[in-house]
């Protein structure tokens, strides 16, 4: 043991020595060096624990059991007692400082040991090969495992080295964090304090005070600190707070200022936020460690709490277009769509009833989310328009024909004639004419999905009443088992993949290079593929994108769609590369079968007249289905093109300095935009907007936090809507209420997915947690053991897929993606439309399913211009 690197002062390391002092020595040795108030002591480092693990035959791999690293040698302890006695033979800290520790990438927070109060050359020696063996714990183990498989790896080899500091017997401890952990804000600091040792709140033994210090403000909470980490002879123990202490405040709204700012010196020294551990001692604050926040957010901006509606008088209702909505709007879009939303629904009102005046409604944002303003003339409008247009309505042929041979060929006109345009010739007032025109022309189009909705929606309430109530046999199959096996625009881009990806399996090193993540699809072949090959994949990869390239994941137009943003198809691409989707075909034709031969056995049970009426009610819903499903899908056509369009004026407005993204001419106003755009066409400078758009969105993140109540005013005699609106109001116990979309029960883990970002992430048999599911996450449902969505009824996409896949689905739960988190188990009872979050609370579910179905069923078709005669149609049928 001589080398003389085995044992070093601690201010004789720095940030640079992580391989030799471990993540937290490195971190404490560069501030020590740099001037901040640190405990002074000593490293032990990686050298001694390589030898010492050399020696043993353990190695440094990360494998093997506590215990695998041999006892300190003698002549270590030597070096190890002469260094305690430099510092003065009292008691010390004894930490952990693992090179895979206190990393920008991965904490390890925990993951090792630390001993507090160690007096004593013989017991400190014995820490620190304590501190050696909690490398390997199963702990430590499993979560490098962890870290590894989330692209977090340690740097390089594993080692350990042991930080020897004076223990502060301190007054007050805690923890600080420079940026808020939870709104991820940069102007704010957060700190938690206790009496004693900072052990109690690390540890999460303690209630501690927490602080939340601003530019010009500090938000106390005070905790109930009923006990202490103190020291004792030779260790530290947990006492009870004294009575007096307990409500006390531990620091002052100044000696808080001071830490922060302190804080702020230290994050400005490692030039990122840090999470701090600090002790106050004789009126003077220490740091004891130092850490880069991980997985800090980015920042947000306060949670909405008042919902202030625009229009005094109105009533605002998020359903409809709303549905596909359900985070707050960009600024471009809520203003693009403040005008196209009113004028579609105009147009159809106008067209089935001609006589009718205009409505007074609009189409506002409230904390970023959409809402349907409705004055009240414009509601007593809706209800003298319903026998007009139920004439219409009621004719299935008037409203098939309608899409398919005048509203869905002229949508696709308006796009082609964009598509045609050369985004790069075309001025930049004329870019955003056409995002516009595209904006118009898809809301209007909605409306044609508006009308379809309702016949698909009485169809299948017909069936399924008259099956509930009429046909169904004990034990026999639901009404919603003779649905399935049919084709729709989501079904036929699932095959469509699937058929790339039985093409690419016959070709080896293709669907090789395929399933590696990193892999990004252009033009140039990866190595080891034929060139020949590349260009036939990318041919039917292309032409698959072209055909399914426009399913939307949200329908606000700043989300990419697969057409310019194709990872989300290759995940899909790769599950079934790997075998993990199924095949779609195989279950179809399985699925057509099942219905045939339980059709044909119903069928052969009832008198001719009743075998009559099922049969055509049994047609209609079958043919309505996919309608409704390939007419949604469809509601995207305009965006690939609105998209390439906005990215050329956002190009140019990076260009000129205005903005520092292209994807930030979202975050403008359309009055910005166009104040833009002319001045670019003009030649004029423009003025930069980054720091506008900046604040949008840290306030944008804030807005997304909340849960927008589904109509406004709330109470004030609306309470009656709360059945029929596309989402419940969620409380905060074990079980969320919703909407049977897909009947069975299943317990498993959730998976939360935001959005196509955390598509990669999904594993099989998890449980999908969304806002809302489109047409574009068909393929999750073949990995999927059940569906929650936030948002969505019997009709939406999530029920008729789930449908499809035989999986449960609760719909319109109102706040699942808030109150459930990646990991939690979960169980979702189709049946019952609930989701029990904690088993142990949760009481039987007692509500009626068939009763279930039907108010689901009035959901899907109530609000909203159609909505209105849905629910007239509903009340003169039954």
Not at 121 to 127: K, S
Not at 233 to 247: A, E
Not at 557 to 582: I, K
Not at 772 to 784: D, E, G, Q, V
Request: aromatic share 6%.
């Amino acid at each position: 043991m001589g080398d003389p690197c085995v044992v070093l002062p601690l201010a004789d390391v720095g940030r640079e020595d992580i391989r030799l002092a471990g993540g937290k020595g490195a971190n404490l040795g560069e501030l020590l060096r740099a001037g901040f108030p640190v405990p002074d002591g000593f490293v032990v480092t990686t050298a001694a624990f390589d030898d010492s693990s050399a020696g043993s035959g353990s190695g440094g791999s990360g494998s093997g059991g506590s215990g695998s690293v041999r006892p300190v040698s003698d002549a270590l302890a030597g070096v190890v007692a002469a260094a305690y006695a430099s510092l003065g033979g009292g008691p010390v800290a004894v930490r952990s400082s693992a090179t895979a520790e206190d990393l920008p990438t991965a904490s390890f927070a925990g993951q090792q040991d630390t001993y507090l109060g160690v007096v004593g050359t013989d017991a400190v020696v014995d820490a620190v090969a304590r501190c050696w063996a909690s490398l390997f714990t199963e702990r430590a183990v499993a979560y490098r495992a962890a870290a590894e498989r989330a692209g977090r790896d340690a740097p390089g080899h594993l080692s350990m080295a042991v930080v020897v500091q004076l223990l502060v017997e301190a007054e007050v401890a805690g923890v600080l964090f420079t940026a808020h952990p939870v709104t991820g804000r940069r102007d704010e600091s957060v700190i938690t304090a206790a009496w004693g040792l900072g052990e109690s709140v690390v540890g999460g033994t303690v209630e501690p005070d927490e602080f939340v210090v601003g530019a010009d403000r500090i938000r106390v909470t005070m905790g109930s600190k009923q006990s202490m980490t103190v020291a004792t002879d030779g260790g530290v123990t947990q006492r009870p707070t004294p009575d007096d202490r307990r409500r006390a405040r531990t620091l002052t709204d100044d000696q808080a200022r001071a830490l922060a700012s302190l804080g702020a010196r230290i994050a400005a020294h490692f030039g990122s936020p840090q999470d701090i551990e600090w002790v106050l001692a004789g009126g003077e604050f220490q740091i004891v460690q130092a850490r880069p926040i991980t997985a800090l957010p980015e920042p947000s901006g306060p949670v909405p709490t008042t919902w202030p509606v625009p229009r005094p008088g109105s009533l605002y209702f998020r359903a409809s277009i709303v549905e596909h909505l359900p985070d707050p709007l960009s600024p471009l879009f809520a203003d693009m769509a403040a005008t196209a939303v009113p004028a579609g629904l105009q147009g159809l009102v106008a067209e089935l009833s001609p006589r009718t005046a205009t409505l007074d409604v609009e189409f506002p944002t409230i904390n970023g989310y959409a809402f349907y303003d409705y004055s009240r003339r414009a509601w007593n409008q809706m209800w003298s328009f319903t026998p007009a247009g139920l004439a219409h309505l009621s004719r299935s042929g008037f409203v098939h024909d309608r899409w398919c041979d005048r509203e869905l060929p002229r949508f696709r006109r308006t796009v082609a004639a964009w598509d045609a345009k050369e985004a790069a010739a075309l001025a930049s007032v004329e870019l955003l004419t056409g995002a516009q025109e595209l904006v118009d022309a898809t809301c209007l189009y909605y409306t044609t999905v508006q009308s379809i909705i309702p016949v698909a929606a009485m169809a299948e309430i017909a069936w399924t009443t008259l099956h509930s109530r009429v046909l169904a046999r004990p034990h026999g199959p639901d009404a919603a088992a003779f649905l399935v096996g049919f084709d729709s625009e989501p079904i036929r881009a699932e095959k469509s993949l699937f058929d790339l990806a039985a093409w690419c399996r016959e070709h080896s090193e293709l669907a090789s290079s395929l399933t590696t993540p990193a892999l990004q699809i252009g033009d140039a072949a990866p190595e080891g593929v034929a060139a020949e090959v590349w260009a036939e994949f990318r041919r039917q990869w292309d032409a698959h994108l072209a055909a399914h390239g426009h399913l939307l994941f949200n329908l606000d137009l700043m989300n990419p769609v697969p057409a310019d943003d194709p990872e989300p198809v290759l995940v899909g691409l790769r599950y079934a590369l790997e075998g993990q989707s199924g095949d779609p075909h195989a279950r179809q034709r399985a699925q057509a079968v099942l219905r045939e031969r339980i059709t044909a056995e119903l069928m052969g049970c009832l008198d001719p007249v009743l075998r009559r009426l099922a049969r055509r009610s049994l047609a209609l819903a079958q043919r309505w289905a996919p309608i409704r499903e390939d007419a949604l899908a469809a509601l995207g056509l305009a965006w690939p093109t609105a998209r390439r369009l906005l990215r050329e004026l956002g190009g140019r407005l990076v260009g000129a300095g205005a903005l520092a993204s292209a994807e930030d001419v979202y975050w403008l106003t359309r009055a910005e935009a166009e104040g833009l755009a002319s001045d670019l066409d003009r030649g004029a400078p423009v003025a930069p907007h980054s720091e506008i758009v900046e604040a949008r969105q840290v306030a944008w993140r804030g807005q997304r936090r909340a849960t927008p109540p589904q109509y406004l005013p709330q109470g004030g005699g609306l309470r009656w809507l709360e059945s029929m609106m596309p989402a419940r109001e969620s409380g905060d116990g074990p079980v969320l209420s919703g909407t049977t979309g897909s009947g069975g029960t299943v317990t498993g883990r959730a998976r939360v997915v935001a959005g196509p970002e955390d598509f990669a992430a999904f594993a099989p048999g998890e449980i999908l947690v969304a806002a809302i599911t489109t047409p574009a996450y068909t393929p999750l449902f073949a990995r999927a053991a059940g569906v929650v969505t936030d948002i969505g009824g019997v009709l939406s996409h999530g029920s008729i897929v789930a449908r499809e896949y035989g999986i449960p689905a609760v719909l319109g739960t109102g706040a699942a993606t808030r109150r459930i988190a990646t990991g939690d188990e979960i169980t979702v009872d189709g049946v019952g439309a609930r989701v029990v979050l904690d088993e142990a609370e949760a009481t039987p579910a007692t509500a009626d399913a068939a009763g279930r179905v039907a108010a689901a069923l009035a959901t899907a078709v109530a609000l909203g211009a159609v909505g209105a005669l849905s629910a007239s149609v509903w009340r003169r049928r039954h």
